[in-house]
């Protein structure tokens, strides 16, 4: 039996589509597309989107970095969500998100196609579709933590995505260990989101990142990255093989 998993996204790094297939009959509802570190071109994204989307998936798209086309792309491709990586400072992330909404909130240019059914815009287009399209910057440097207050409270923000692997690595540190110093960091971007009522959102690989991120109140957890899952399996098989005592 399957449940819907709908606080819960799975993290796609390349357009597999069966894997999309499978992931939507274990239950999930939503999927970050990692564009920003994985193998999606346009003419990927002109399918994976509207596939996912017509699954009942929601698309949070991980854009290739803190630019105005990249973004426009994503939304005009149909995602549901951009998620913005580094980002600096709260001038910068005024700057950047600004490209997720159309004016007078933004200045996300206007495309058709897709978001329209490829007819003319409705006369409430842009505020519907600024309701619509969620933009979640990262949290993932000292700059934008310095600064996370700031950048919660900006009308073009709708929530927070933190980073917390670079944001540990950024503190100087060798890799993401979900330390006491990492914990605190991830606090007080939640305490941010909560402050200006917004949601976050966090990659949650293990059981102890999990129940801090539902402690401190996530919205959406990120699970099950596709090709640790794959390798995961693999493991499986082997180590099953072995116990049949056939390796």
Request: hydrophobic letters at 45%.
């Amino acid at each position: 039996m399957t449940f819907p998993l709908d606080n819960f996204a799975f993290w796609l790094t390349a357009p597999v589509f069966p894997h999309i297939e499978i992931a939507r009959e274990a239950g999930f509802t939503s999927v970050v597309l990692d564009i920003e570190h994985g193998t999606f071109n346009l003419d990927d994204l002109d399918r994976v989107i509207p596939f996912c989307r017509a699954l009942g998936i929601k698309v949070y798209a991980k854009v290739l970095g803190p630019l105005t086309e990249p973004i426009q792309q994503a939304l005009d491709f149909g995602a549901d969500a951009v998620i913005i990586p580094h980002i600096g400072d709260v001038a910068h992330a005024r700057h950047v998100t600004a490209a997720a909404k159309y004016p007078p909130l933004g200045v996300r240019s206007y495309a058709g196609g897709r978001t329209v059914l490829y007819g003319p815009a409705s006369p409430t287009y842009a505020s519907d579709e600024n309701a619509r399209v969620k933009c979640w910057p990262m949290i993932e440097s000292r700059e934008s933590l310095a600064d996370v207050e700031a950048i919660a409270a900006l009308p073009t923000v709708d929530g927070l995505f933190a980073g917390p692997t670079d944001l540990s690595m950024a503190a100087g540190n060798e890799r993401y260990t979900f330390s006491d110093a990492d914990k605190a960091d991830i606090a007080r971007i939640a305490a941010a989101a909560k402050t200006a009522g917004k949601s976050w959102v966090m990659p949650c690989w293990t059981q102890p990142e999990r129940a801090f991120a539902k402690e401190h109140g996530v919205s959406t957890t990120v699970v099950g990255a596709q090709f640790y899952m794959v390798r995961a399996a693999f493991a499986s098989l082997v180590d099953g093989l072995s116990a049949e005592g056939l390796l």
